[in-house]
C-alpha cells in the first residue's frame, strides 16, 4: 500500500527558532504533496500544495516566509517553519496523492510541534 | 465555497450497538468524498472514498458510508461497533480531482463504552 513517513514525530523548539520536518512517500511517485496542520482544538487547514509541473500554492494566512517548502522530487518534500511562536504549534501532516480518480491523500503519521 | 459540516462534535455509543456519523456537504458541483480517521497521537488514516457510481461505498473495518445528493450529506455507519473504533473521524470534501486540496469537517469524536 501507499506510505508516507515523516519526521520528526515530534519536536520541540524554543519561541523565536525554526525547525524543519520532512515526508517521504515510500513505493510510490507522488503527483502532488500537501501540507496541513491542525492546531489544538481544531480541525485541519491546508498550509499549502504542490503539484506536478506547478509552483507551490500556499493558502491565505499562510506565506512562503513563514512555511518554506522544498519539493525537489516526487517522493520527498520538506517544510520549515521560521521564526516559531506559540500559535504555530500542532501537528503538521503532509498528504501525498498518488494520482487516478479520485486522486486520493494519503497521510503520514504527523510531526507534532510544541514551542516553548 | 465549499464546505463540510459535521453537527456532532462528540458522540459516545455502546460496544457493540450501530453507528451512524453525520456529514453535510456544502458545494454546486459532483464532490469527492471521503472519511479519514485519526486515532489518538496518530495521523489521518482512509476509511472509504466516494466519486461515482453506487451511492454506499464500504470501507475498512466495517465501516461504509452512504452518498445523497439530494441531502448533501456523506453519512458514515458501522453495525457493530467495538471499543478499538474510538477515535476521532473527519468528513473531507475534494472539489476536483487536480491538485489536492481537501476541505475538512471538525470532526466527532467518538467514543465507545466498553
Known sequence: GALVYQYP???????????????QAVGFQATSVAWY?????KTFELIALSTVNSAIKYEQNFTQEKFPISHPNLSFSSMTVLNAYLEDRGLYLCGAGLGGRPDTQYFGP???LLVL | AQSVTQPDARVTVSEGA???????????????????VQYPRQGLQLLLK????????????GFEAE??????????????VHWSDSAVYFCVLKYNNAGAKLTFGGGTRLTVRP
Open chain 2, 18 to 36: 450501530s453507528l451512524q456519523l453525520r456529514c453535510k456537504y456544502s458545494y454546486s458541483g459532483t464532490p469527492y468524498l471521503f472519511w479519514y
Open chain 1, 110 to 112: 504527523g510531526t507534532r
Open chain 2, 50 to 61: 466516494y466519486y461515482s457510481g453506487d451511492p454506499v461505498v464500504q470501507g475498512v473495518n
Open chain 2, 67 to 80: 452518498f445523497s445528493k439530494s441531502n448533501s450529506s456523506f453519512h458514515l455507519r458501522k453495525a457493530s
Open chain 1, 37 to 41: 496542520r491542525q492546531s489544538p482544538q
Open chain 1, 9 to 23: 514525530r515530534r519536536t520541540i523548539c524554543k519561541s523565536g527558532t525554526s525547525m524543519r520536518m520532512e515526508c
